[in-house]
Every structure is written in structure tokens, then in C-alpha cells.
């Protein structure tokens, strides 16, 4: 238990330095996309947008990840080329 708190605040006080400004790292794999609009509606930063029926994103990411990790064909990565591993909270619930 502890562990995961110390971890928890390690990660965030690592990445709040990075998280100040925006990223335009966010990439989407266009062959990739089906269009379901699932990462549009959950960005809070309104930063990815449908074009002909296909996901494009601005420079106004967040690296919060939720695009990332509710993806079903994995078409959008931060890091790499490609996804690895999908998480979200109710995984570890």
C-alpha cells in the first residue's frame, strides 16, 4: 500500500515539471482509426478532433492518457510506436 502512494507521488512530482506546457506529441495512426469518436468525447482539452471520419489532434495535449487507454484499435500512442499495454482505473479496482 505504501508503495503505490510513494509511487503514485514520485510519478506526479516527476511529471509536473513536464506537464506544465502542452504537448503536440500525441500521435494517431490514421490506417489505424475507425472513427468511433470515443477519444474526442473523453479528451478534456478538447485537443483531438473527427476529420473524414478520422481522429486528428492539436498541440494542446495534457498526457493524460484516456485517448490512449480507451482506444479499441490502439491507433493512438504518446510515447513509441506502439501501445503496449491499456489500463484504466477500473482495472485496478
Known amino acids: 500500500m505504501y508503495q503505490q502512494i510513494a509511487g503514485l507521488f514520485g510519478q506526479r512530482l516527476y511529471f509536473i515539471n513536464k506537464t506544465k506546457q502542452y504537448s503536440n506529441k500525441l500521435h494517431i495512426n490514421s490506417e ?23 481522429a486528428v489532434s492539436g498541440n494542446r495535449c495534457t498526457l493524460c492518457y484516456r485517448c490512449v487507454n480507451h482506444c479499441p484499435k490502439q491507433a493512438i500512442t504518446l510515447l513509441g510506436k506502439r501501445v503496449i499495454e491499456q489500463s484504466n482505473i477500473d482495472k485496478y479496482l
Do not use: F, H, S
Not at 482509426?33 to 478520422?54: D, R, S, T, Y
Open 32 to 54: 489505424k482509426c475507425i472513427g468511433c469518436n470515443k477519444c474526442v468525447a473523453l479528451c478534456p482539452m478538447k485537443n483531438i478532433e473527427l476529420k473524414n471520419k478520422v
